[in-house]
């Protein structure tokens, strides 16, 4: 191939933005999708010749095929999509409404499997093709406060499986990443301000710290890699330790 060109939604900040900016190093095509133009303005600049940007509520399904019929127009060809984008909520298990639960669910798994469906039908037609979801510690074991987005975590998690089985025939693997506690200026914050939580996290963390966003990037980039070639349907904690910890 002459190129590879990857899809990486939420790519604007955060760990999508490490992966983004790995896939872009490696000399791959990358769109970036993200809700905030001038977030998407800022990420570019960062990533340089190889980003593209696609600004994108993916909540809004009905905008999907169209973003990307687009993309697969405009490059020929999609060889790796990473779900990246995602909410969460930090509430109480009583004080959650239906709405805010049901709006966890829209954007963390119906707009997945709406962006990989058509992201399939780019695929099948070549006969090749990756996908790599991201999944959370929250689908590993019990975090309070967050049902909502535990419930959309754990189902990525059985969504890769299935999806990896259903579309092996077609060339196309399916993986998933599951992020520890990294390292970003909104986990610092989060944690800094709850040294109680911060002490939980630490004292069950093998590694005894937190990673950095480019652990994730590098972990997305291999299962998108021909060095993960005979790899689908696995979720790979990248956490230190932290979901097998004592």
């Known amino acids: 191939m002459d190129k590879r060109v990857a899809i990486v939604t939420g790519g604007n900040s955060g760990l999508g933005l490490a992966t983004a900016r790995k896939f872009c190093a490696e000399g791959v095509i990358t769109y970036i999708i993200g809700r905030s133009e001038e977030k998407l303005d800022k990420a570019m600049a960062e990533l340089g010749e190889n980003a593209r940007k696609r600004a994108c509520d993916l909540s809004d399904l009905e905008k999907i095929p169209g973003l990307i019929a687009d993309i697969a127009k405009e490059e020929g060809r999609i060889d790796v999509l990473v779900n990246n984008a995602g909410i969460n909520m930090k509430k109480p298990f009583l004080e959650v409404t239906d709405m805010e639960f049901s709006n966890i669910i829209l954007t963390n798994v119906q707009s997945v499997f709406a962006v990989s469906r058509e992201v399939v039908k780019v695929m099948k037609e070549q006969g090749q093709g990756t996908i790599v979801n991201i999944s959370s510690m929250a689908a590993q074991y019990g975090i309070p406060k967050v049902i909502a987005y535990s419930a959309s975590?754990?189902?990525?998690?059985?969504?890769?499986?299935?999806?990896a089985v259903?579309?092996?025939?077609?060339?196309?693997?399916?993986?998933?990443?599951?992020?520890?506690?990294?390292?970003?200026p909104m986990s610092a914050k989060a944690l800094n301000n709850d040294p109680e939580r911060k002490n939980k996290v630490m004292s069950r963390t093998p590694m005894g710290k937190m990673g950095l966003p480019e652990d994730i990037g590098d972990t997305v980039y291999y299962l998108a890699s021909a060095g993960a070639k005979y790899v689908t349907g696995v979720t790979i904690p990248v956490d230190g330790g932290n979901s097998i910890g004592f």
């Open 166 to 184: 259903e579309l092996a025939e077609m060339g196309i693997r399916v993986n998933c990443v599951a992020p520890g506690f990294i390292e970003t």
């Open 153 to 163: 975590k754990t189902a990525i998690e059985g969504m890769t499986r299935a999806m």
